[in-house]
């Protein structure tokens, strides 16, 4: 499995951007795929999740209410929408993807990775 994140850049405080996360490559069933994000000199964190076989979705409290996470099952894409950027959400965003019976918000619940797209705030 493949995965391409796209969809960084940089943004004015306020803005919104749309992160997109296309998985290639051999199908999988029962799994959940979720974004992280890791600022500079910080860990690596989590932001949201979705479970692929019934949409239900978790988030970090940091992004709850401001970013959205959803799925496009025709495209095999994950989407992350991002709204009311601030200059907190600075990072390098990665989607990943793993089986949907581990804890979302472990990134070591995950098997497959993308490279990172960098998101700048600023203000």
């Known amino acids: 499995v493949q995965l391409q994140a796209s969809g960084g850049g940089l943004v004015q405080a306020g803005g919104s951007l749309r992160l997109s996360c296309a998985a290639s490559?051999?199908?999988?069933?029962?799994?959940?795929v979720g974004w992280f994000r890791q600022a500079p000199g910080k860990e690596r964190e989590f932001v949201a999740a979705?479970?692929?076989?019934?949409?239900?979705?978790n988030y970090a409290a940091s992004v709850k209410g401001r970013f959205t996470i959803s799925r496009d099952n025709a495209k095999n894409t994950v989407y992350l929408q991002m709204n009311s950027l601030n200059p907190e959400d600075t990072a390098v965003y990665s989607c990943?993807?793993?089986?949907?019976?581990?804890?979302?918000?472990?990134?070591?619940?995950?098997?497959?990775w993308g490279q990172g797209t960098l998101v700048t705030v600023s203000s």
């Open positions: 990943a993807l793993g089986p949907a019976i581990g804890l979302y918000y472990r990134s070591s619940s995950y098997v497959y």
């Open positions: 490559g051999r199908t999988i069933s029962n799994v959940r």
């Open positions: 979705i479970k692929w076989s019934d949409d239900s979705t």
